[in-house]
């Protein structure tokens, strides 16, 4: 278990040095200029405008991939207008400079034009699929998927799941719960979940009523953003469970034990459509109990919620 886990963690670590060198082509590209403004005004705002944005400022020609923005600076105001490849429209406005200090001016300018341009992304988010027409060629997918990361929420999905445990001692119990993940960067993740089984187990000598209840926490880390989105996390489990003993017949005596499990979680899971309002999602888990509960069965195989265990679950979310 703990060379998985070790494997697992050399994953997500792998998943951070892709995120490392893959962040500059995933940010969005912008080109300003400023006319008719001082020299020193005009870098500044280019500069704090890119910050603002989380973008790439673009000094040569741009290219269809590139978010252009002009700034025109009269004698109280600048006149901002923007062509959106992303969005495949335009939007204008109008800036009071005079307002602000002369110090002060360029950072306003710089976040005009910052709230004007995430006013256009902001329709990757809320208009995915517009029905006019673009105004000017639409950039490609790449580019507008940079562009919807830097205006969209870190999303927070809440899930249903069905579950299924097998044991140890190769009992195999059933349940559900509630989950949910807080994505802290389009590529990592905070998992946490409530789970409850319970199943009555068979044995020669009787029957064994099992009820186990158990959070979780996890680290994790997605390789894809497509259709089809797997992902990896590692984290730990712990929980409780209760064994109850029913006699077959006289010659018998049941009896009860009870007591915490907790112990480390691995987890493989896929996502299909993971952009979808709801979406479906298919689990893999393995785990140890590193403290745990066993049912002694006499002239029989114990229960044991000890040792390594699997799960499967299947469940749906909604972003």
């Keep these: 278990m703990a060379r998985v886990v070790g494997v697992a963690l050399v994953m997500i670590a792998a998943g951070a040095d892709v995120d490392a060198d893959a962040a500059p082509r995933e940010k969005p590209r912008v080109s300003i200029a400023v006319v008719g403004c001082d020299d020193a005004l005009a870098g500044e705002a280019q500069r704090i405008a890119a910050i603002e944005l989380r973008a790439v400022l673009v000094e040569g020609p741009p290219d269809v991939a590139t978010t252009q923005i002009t700034a025109t600076c009269e004698a109280t105001s600048a ?6 490849p992303t969005t495949g429209k335009s939007v204008e406005r ?18 005009a ?3 004007l341009v995430a006013a256009s992304w902001s329709e990757l988010e809320n208009n995915p ?12 997918v790449a580019a507008r998927e940079a562009a919807r990361e830097v205006i969209a929420p870190l999303p927070i999905e809440i899930g249903a799941v069905a579950d299924a ?13 509630a989950r949910s993940e807080i994505w802290v960067s389009p ?3 905070l998992r946490f979940d409530a789970l409850a ?5 068979a044995r020669a000598a009787g029957s064994i009523a099992l009820t186990m209840t158990s959070l979780s926490g996890a680290l994790g880390a997605s390789f894809a953003a497509g259709w089809l989105r797997p992902s990896v996390s590692v984290g730990a489990r712990a929980g409780y469970a209760w064994m109850s003993g029913v006699a077959a017949g006289a010659a018998t005596t049941g ?10 979680e691995l987890a493989v899971e896929l996502s299909a459509w993971p952009h979808a309002r709801v979406h479906p999602m298919l689990s893999l888990a393995v785990g140890a109990h590193i403290v745990g509960v066993r049912g002694t069965v006499n002239a029989g195989r114990d229960v044991t919620a000890t040792g390594v265990w699997t799960g499967l679950a299947l469940g749906a979310a909604v972003r």
């Design 94 to 111: 109008s800036v009071a400079l005079s307002q602000a200090a002369p110090a002060a001016r360029a950072r306003l300018l710089a976040l």
């Design 79 to 84: 006149n901002l207008r923007v062509l959106d």
């Design 187 to 189: 590529r990592f993740f």
């Design 165 to 177: 445990h097998l044991l140890a001692s190769r009992d195999l119990i059933f349940g559900g719960g």
């Design 255 to 264: 009896s009860s034990q009870q007591g915490a499990w907790v112990g480390p």
């Design 113 to 115: 034009i910052a709230e």
């Design 197 to 201: 089984h319970y199943a009555e187990l």
């Design 129 to 140: 699929q517009p029905k006019a027409p673009p105004s000017v060629a639409l950039a490609p």
